[in-house]
């Protein structure tokens, strides 16, 4: 059998042992659930290990055999229009989306009231949190590394990719007698972090069971009746964006056929879904752009990292539903220019969240902050859609990786390379 359906079956069954042990109250299921819950803990920390070293490794051999450096640049400069854009036609499709549903006039008075008492207090500390948010200028400044070993310790994204390029680019230049056995290692430990990826996917499908069977349940069914018009206008936006922006770009951009895409990648949402984190996902995603997508490395340990970082659609979308949904039932409709406000404010806020379970509700607080008028508590606006958050984190990070997977295939062609195994696959030039 293969993992993709190994991993597909184990969701199913985790997904139905939860909700029986949730919707009918099963104690001994509730406890069993969550007494595994610490295996699927163990298998992201085990995924989440090899991060660093691969994501160095990877980006070091990659620039570091680039050639001309040059192209780094345009790479660079393709990668980051191609995340701007997409994520801003995510907000607007969020945008659009919550107006046609008018997701907050759905809302009954009385499910209102229970929501706020329930959440009220959680609310008010992530607001806390957000508050605690370093600045623009410092997240710029911070891009440096005062201390690239530190950085890599305390696995900060941004630092560790501009110190490997940077490092990758000086060894570009070096005399070849000096350069090869650096590169040997270089590429010796991104070999080894790929077996281990290997090794560690063979236990997706048990941490799967595990992670999803205690998430579902832990869920508050109750509260998903008043929150239900909500959650499907995010969905449906989410579906729209991969059916439409992402095929589009596939088909016209890279010329591959999306459903041989969307086959190859199978594994990559799955397991975002069971982890809702992007930074847990990426060597799988890293793993699958190169050998399953044909992504060349240059393209694959620039554009993935980066992306696992900064370029979250699901999450965009998400919080332009959210702001949508909180306006409309705190204070009815919000105007046009206040909408147009939350592409703006929404596309940075997605840039700004980490690629970690529920970085996008901090950062959400921002775009609140600034579209809804004063006197308007962000809080009672976060108690209102925290119920079922996790569920719409793990849907919006599924989108999130399918988008950098997305743009690495794209930019992969752009650059002339080879895609997908079998000709059958690619769209004729
Ligand atoms: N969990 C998401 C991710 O890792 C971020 C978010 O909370 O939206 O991609």
New binding site residues.
């Given amino acids: 059998m293969q993992l993709y359906t190994k991993i597909a079956i184990a969701l199913i069954l985790g997904a139905l042992a939860g909700s029986v042990a949730n919707i009918f109250d099963v104690e001994w299921l509730v406890t069993a659930l969550t007494a595994i819950e610490p295996a699927g803990t163990a298998w992201i920390r085990l995924i989440t290990m090899v991060v660093i070293p691969l994501v160095v490794a990877s980006l070091v051999v990659g620039t570091a055999t680039l050639g001309d450096i040059t192209k780094l640049g345009r790479i660079g400069g393709k990668t980051i229009a191609f995340y701007l854009s997409t994520t801003a036609i995510a907000v607007t499709i969020g945008l659009l989306i919550s107006n046609l549903v008018s997701p907050g006039s759905h809302m009954d008075p009385a499910a209102l009231e229970s929501l706020r008492s329930t959440y009220l207090t959680e609310g008010a500390s992530r607001v806390e949190i957000a508050q605690q948010a370093p600045g623009l200028v410092e997240v710029l400044l911070e891009m440096i590394p005062r201390n690239p070993v530190q950085a890599m310790a305390s696995g900060d994204m941004l630092p560790i990719i501009f110190f490997a390029i940077f490092f990758g680019a000086a060894m570009s230049v070096l005399p070849e007698r000096r350069k090869a056995p650096l590169l040997g290692v270089f590429e010796g430990v991104n070999d080894a972090a790929m077996v281990m990826i290997h090794w560690i996917m063979k236990l997706a499908p048990y941490a799967v069971f595990a992670l999803i069977g205690a998430v579902i349940a832990r869920f508050g069914a109750d509260v998903l009746g008043s929150l239900l018009v909500y959650m499907l206008t995010v969905l449906g936006g989410l579906a729209l964006h991969v059916t439409l922006t992402y095929t589009t770009a596939l088909r016209f951009l890279a010329r591959v056929k999306p459903p041989a895409f969307f086959r190859r990648i199978r594994e990559v949402p799955l397991i ?1 879904f069971s982890t ?4 847990a996902t990426l060597p799988v995603t890293m793993e699958v752009a190169e050998e399953k997508l044909g992504v060349s490395k240059e393209v694959s340990s620039f554009v993935l990292p980066l992306g ?1 970082t900064i370029n ?1 659609d ?2 965009a979308l ?1 919080q332009a539903v959210a702001t949508m949904f909180i306006a409309q039932v705190l204070v009815g409709d919000i105007s046009v220019v206040a909408q147009l406000g939350i592409v703006l404010t929404a596309t940075l806020a ?1 840039i700004g ?9 901090i950062i959400l607080i921002v775009v609140l902050q600034q579209a809804l008028p004063p006197g308007v508590d962000p809080a009672v606006g976060i108690a209102l859609i925290l119920g079922v958050d996790r569920v719409l ?1 793990m849907c ?2 599924a989108v ?2 399918t988008g950098d997977l997305t743009a690495a295939t794209v930019i992969s062609r752009s650059e002339g390379g080879v895609l997908l195994a079998s000709s059958d696959e690619v769209v004729a030039a």
């Fill in positions: 975002a809702s984190s992007s930074n696992a979250m699901g999450t998400y997605s969240a980490a690629g970690v379970p529920s970085a996008g509700i984190d919006r990070t999130n990786v």
